[in-house]
């Protein structure tokens, strides 16, 4: 437990979570949070936090050194939305950040990485229910290909140079603590903001648009385990395949409507629609279950519960 940790990207959709779980684990003193920009937030007020461009090697290697850094949870990207906006500088910040970590730790300055990948990785020719760990990509956007990307690189670090980085696929993930981040899936988390605020919602992808989703609450259980894990126990340094729950917007508004009744949804798919058929409609993850243990705690109906109790 005397693992003195960073989090670049503290105050991001994910990061935000991370960060006070972390800190509640190994605490306060131990845990460094990090981000391009100091908000007026809990993550800022209620712990050690640094500015840090995820994009300048000096400024992380200076904090790995002063907070003698053992662990480093690399949270910082532009995701597939926003990305799409900017294809350069997502290239940029999602893989110029990742290797200044790799090289980092390559150096001995660092023990551990944690780095996400996303479903992004894979493509419109990938197997799209059950997707298996081991499959076809092809992804078609700046931030599946920035990913797959990172993946190869990962899997290339530890292999060469023995570097203990550990990777999972986020599904699309559901919060309400913060904002959507800009994702294809932020659909999921808007419907509960507009389900209660307006009592109806137009959603941007088609009804029958099937996704695998995760609530944040395990997305970070298992970014935790899969860092706790013996390293021995880690045998796919690419990324793992993470599975919760997979639905539909029309499934999720059905399930809505068992606690506020009068809701309603329209759809007007946009751009994020072809990004989203791209995507896979459910993941195999045997894997991960094999190799450390993990299990979903979530499904729609209690995820659905937490949601609108905690956004009231």
Request: charged share 25%.
């Amino acid at each position: 437990m005397n693992a003195k940790i960073l989090i670049i990207g503290a105050c991001g959709q994910i990061g935000t979570e991370l960060t006070h779980k972390l800190r509640e684990i190994y605490g306060i003193e131990n845990v460094v949070a990090s981000d391009i920009r100091k908000l007026n937030n809990d993550v800022v007020n209620n712990g050690i936090f640094e500015v840090v461009n995820a994009l300048d090697y000096n400024q992380i290697q200076h904090l790995v050194e002063e907070y003698q850094i053992t662990d480093v949870y690399l949270m910082a990207a532009l995701l597939s939305a926003t990305a799409e906006k900017n294809p350069a500088f997502a290239w940029d910040l999602n893989m110029n950040s990742l290797f200044h970590v790799l090289n980092l730790a390559k150096a001995g300055k660092i023990k551990k990485i944690f780095w996400p990948s996303s479903i992004a990785v894979f493509g419109p020719t990938t197997p799209s229910v059950n997707t298996p760990q081991y499959t076809i990509m092809e992804p078609t956007t700046v931030y599946g290909i920035s990913k797959q990307t990172g993946e190869r690189w990962c899997e290339y670090y530890n292999k060469q140079y023995g570097v203990d980085v550990r990777s999972i696929r986020y599904p699309g993930l559901i919060s309400w603590t913060t904002e959507p981040g800009g994702g294809t899936t932020d659909y999921a988390v808007e419907i509960y903001h507009q389900a209660l605020l307006k009592g109806k919602y137009k959603c941007f992808l088609s009804e029958d648009t099937a996704l695998p989703m995760m609530y944040m609450d395990d997305a970070i259980k298992a970014t935790i385990e899969i860092m706790q894990a013996d390293a021995d126990k880690i045998k796919i340094r690419s990324s793992y395949n993470l599975s919760g729950v997979s639905f539909t917007p029309k499934e999720i508004a059905e399930e809505i409507k068992k606690h506020i009744p009068e809701f309603r949804i329209t759809y007007k798919p946009d751009f994020r629609q072809k990004i989203a058929d791209s995507w896979p409609a459910s993941i195999d993850d045997t894997n991960a279950r094999e190799d450390w243990q993990w299990k979903h705690q979530f499904d729609l109906a209690t995820m659905t519960i937490e949601m609108l109790e905690n956004l009231k």
